[in-house]
């Protein structure tokens, strides 16, 4: 491909209609705590890896919500397992399993 | 001979103050507008947080009024002015009225969605308001889109004419945010299968039992609550509408077909012309009558003998324009006995 000195921006929009929410619904039907998430962010703020990268359990669960699986396939690996933010959350929302979760999921649906 | 309280207005606030002043040996008069009394209760099917019966609570409010008390229907004061200790009124049916005190309950109004044409209310087939959905619900019909078929999937609008400088509302309605929640859950409860969402910039859950009904639409219903406000709003050929919002909590834009849109629409001030100009109280640049005190003289005005309760005041749940109503009926019971 020649380098014309210019590049085409992807969009970034989210087209609602045309994501699938297979995933999510995986999911949820493994670790129904999701629904109890308010994003309130503070898995985020305890987070060991999101001290070092761009993770984000509360952005990950929205991104599935919007069936913007791929992000959630390339941010699922940062998770260390450490727990921390099960800890924290005040919704009672079961974090580790809902990571656990997402990774098995992702393996049934053939995302890898 | 015991003294005499008109009431302006018959809704919430004017039917319970009524029902206690009576109780208090007062005799009332209650000036209302339109045909009946209740108010804008009569428009609603339940009411939030608990999903009581409105028509239960309208029930209670007529069962407490004294069978002496004067209701005046189909009514509009035109002239009133305080004289010493007694307040004169004229109505446009050339009634006059005097009384000891007088008690403005004059409620607020809808805001008309209209304006807001952005979101096309009255321009898109499948735009509704609460008010509209809450008409469906009360008469028992199908939520139907224009075409009559059952909607896939539905918005609700929080924060339409509130919050909003540009309409020339800076406020917060207060009712909205639950009531949003309130008809996502009864969406779900009619149309099982239905997809709904709400579009908010906060929940604003403050009162009791509140952010219990919030969880139950996240948890039971699955009801999908997306913080950012609507931006855009077209109308597809096949007349579903596609709305443009941001997802500020991924910081992505995003878009989606909806089948129904409900906007839900917020509260602005009756008209208080007359008030203002006859009665020289003031209001505030929300449009609001403002009361003497924030705190210590809430249901009193400036004006001796002129008294508020309810929503004429500023956006108010049911629950408190109650509380109100009896607050005021206090309070002009002790400036009667003075």
């Keep these: 491909?020649?380098?014309?000195?210019?590049?085409?921006?992807?969009?970034?929009?989210?087209?609602?209609?045309?994501?699938?929410?297979?995933?999510?619904?995986?999911?949820?039907?493994?670790?129904?705590?999701?629904?109890?998430?308010?994003?309130?962010?503070?898995?985020?703020?305890?987070?060991?890896?999101?001290?070092?990268?761009?993770?984000?359990?509360?952005?990950m669960i929205l991104l599935l919500k919007r069936g913007e699986d791929k992000e959630v396939i390339t941010s699922v690996s940062r998770c260390m397992l450490c727990g921390?933010?099960?800890?924290?959350?005040?919704?009672?929302?079961?974090?580790?399993?809902?990571?656990?979760?997402?990774?098995?999921?992702?393996?049934?649906?053939?995302h890898v | 001979m015991s003294k005499k309280v008109l009431i302006i207005g018959a809704g919430v606030a004017g039917l319970e103050a009524s029902g206690v002043l009576s109780k208090l040996g007062y005799n009332v008069t209650i000036v209302e507008e339109s045909d009946r009394i209740g108010g804008k209760l009569n428009r609603w099917s339940h009411l939030f947080p608990s999903r009581r019966p409105a028509s239960e609570v309208l029930e209670h409010l007529q069962l407490n009024l004294d069978p002496n008390t004067v209701i005046i229907t189909n009514s509009k004061i035109t002239d009133i002015a305080v004289?010493?200790?007694?307040?004169?009124?004229?109505?446009?049916?050339?009634?006059?009225?005097?009384?000891?005190?007088?008690?403005i309950s004059t409620g607020f109004e809808l805001f008309d969605a209209k304006k807001k044409e952005e979101y096309g209310y009255q321009i898109y087939e499948n735009v509704i308001t609460s008010a509209d959905l809450e008409k469906i619900f009360k008469e028992g019909k199908e939520?139907?889109?224009?075409?009559?078929?059952?909607?896939?999937?539905?918005?609700?609008?929080?924060?339409?004419?509130?919050?909003?400088?540009?309409?020339?509302?800076?406020?917060?309605?207060?009712?909205?945010?639950?009531?949003?929640?309130?008809?996502?859950?009864?969406?779900?409860?009619?149309?099982?299968?239905?997809?709904?969402?709400?579009f908010y910039m906060d929940l604003r859950m403050y009162d009791r039992h509140f952010e219990d009904l919030y969880q139950e639409a996240q948890v039971k219903h699955h009801v999908q609550f997306i913080r950012g406000r609507l931006s855009e709003a077209f109308e597809n050929p096949d007349g579903t509408v596609?709305?443009?919002?941001?997802?500020?909590?991924?910081?992505?834009?995003?878009?989606?077909?909806?089948?129904?849109?409900?906007l839900l629409v917020g509260m602005t001030a009756g008209n208080n012309?007359?008030?203002?100009?006859?009665?020289?109280?003031?209001?505030?640049t929300d449009k609001f009558l403002?009361?003497?005190?924030?705190?210590f003289k809430s249901v009193s005005s400036k004006q001796k003998g002129v008294f508020f309760a309810g929503a004429c005041t500023?956006?108010?749940?049911?629950?408190?324009?109650?509380?109100?109503?009896?607050?005021?009926a206090l309070e002009i019971a002790g400036y009667l006995k003075n």
């Design chain 2, 273 to 284: 012309s007359l008030f203002k100009k006859q009665l020289r109280l003031e209001t505030g």
């Design chain 1, 1 to 59: 491909m020649p380098d014309f000195g210019y590049k085409i921006s992807k969009d970034r929009q989210i087209n609602f209609d045309e994501n699938s929410k297979n995933l999510f619904a995986e999911v949820a039907m493994r670790e129904p705590s999701v629904y109890r998430c308010i994003s309130c962010g503070t898995c985020a703020a305890t987070c060991s890896a999101a001290q070092f990268t761009s993770y984000s359990l509360r952005k």
């Design chain 1, 84 to 110: 921390k933010c099960q800890l924290a959350c005040p919704m009672g929302v079961n974090t580790r399993n809902l990571i656990l979760s997402i990774q098995n999921a992702i393996k049934k649906l053939s």
């Design chain 2, 83 to 103: 004289k010493d200790t007694s307040i004169e009124a004229s109505l446009n049916t050339g009634k006059h009225i005097d009384a000891d005190a007088v008690l």
């Design chain 2, 143 to 198: 939520l139907t889109t224009s075409k009559g078929k059952a909607p896939k999937r539905i918005g609700i609008i929080h924060c339409v004419g509130s919050r909003d400088e540009k309409v020339g509302n800076t406020y917060c309605s207060k009712v909205c945010c639950v009531t949003g929640v309130k008809q996502a859950i009864e969406i779900k409860e009619h149309l099982s299968s239905c997809e709904v969402f709400n």
């Design chain 2, 242 to 262: 596609m709305v443009k919002v941001e997802d500020t909590l991924l910081g992505k834009p995003m878009k989606m077909n909806l089948d129904l849109v409900v």
């Design chain 2, 290 to 295: 403002v009361p003497a005190d924030e705190h």
């Design chain 2, 314 to 328: 500023g956006p108010k749940t049911i629950e408190n324009t109650i509380t109100e109503a009896r607050a005021a």
